[in-house]
Nanobody, 123 residues
Framework: QLHLKESGGGLVQPGASLRLSCATS????????IGWFRQAPGKEREGVAY????????LYADSVKGRFTISRDNALPIVYLQMNNLRPEDTAVYYC????????????????WGQGTQVTVSS
């Protein structure tokens, strides 16, 4: 199995930045694409950012383009989500997930999930 554990969430004011980390263990991160998802209260979970394990290509939800950056360090092995200029609507539980051969942000294409970390953006 690929085990994933998120960290780095917290309470911040609008306009602030946070960096989420997704630490992995078990199977090699080299073999998995990683997606970040989020779920706000009363809403469905949505894909936020994706990074390929093949060529490190990335995908972003329109709502976060230009503000969020996903990156990976297979040597550590950790995947990061740098979140800048946070907005109240970014408030959610953030999850990272690993998918074998995954090329998108469709939940059903991901095999392993972390437990999530809470991000709250409020003044």
């Amino acid at each position: 199995q690929l085990h994933l554990k998120e960290s780095g969430g917290g309470l911040v004011q609008p306009g602030a930045s946070l960096r989420l980390s997704c630490a992995t263990s078990g199977f090699s991160l080299d073999n998995y694409a990683i997606g970040w998802f989020r779920q706000a209260p009363g809403k469905e979970r949505e894909g936020v950012a994706y990074i390929s394990n093949i060529d490190r290509s990335t995908l972003y939800a329109d709502s976060v383009k230009g503000r969020f950056t996903i990156s990976r360090d297979n040597a550590l092995p950790i995947v990061y989500l740098q979140m800048n200029n946070l907005r109240p609507e970014d408030t959610a539980v953030y999850y990272c997930a690993g998918g074998w051969g995954t090329e998108d942000l469709n939940e059903g294409d991901y095999d392993y999930w972390g437990q999530g970390t809470q991000v709250t953006v409020s003044s």
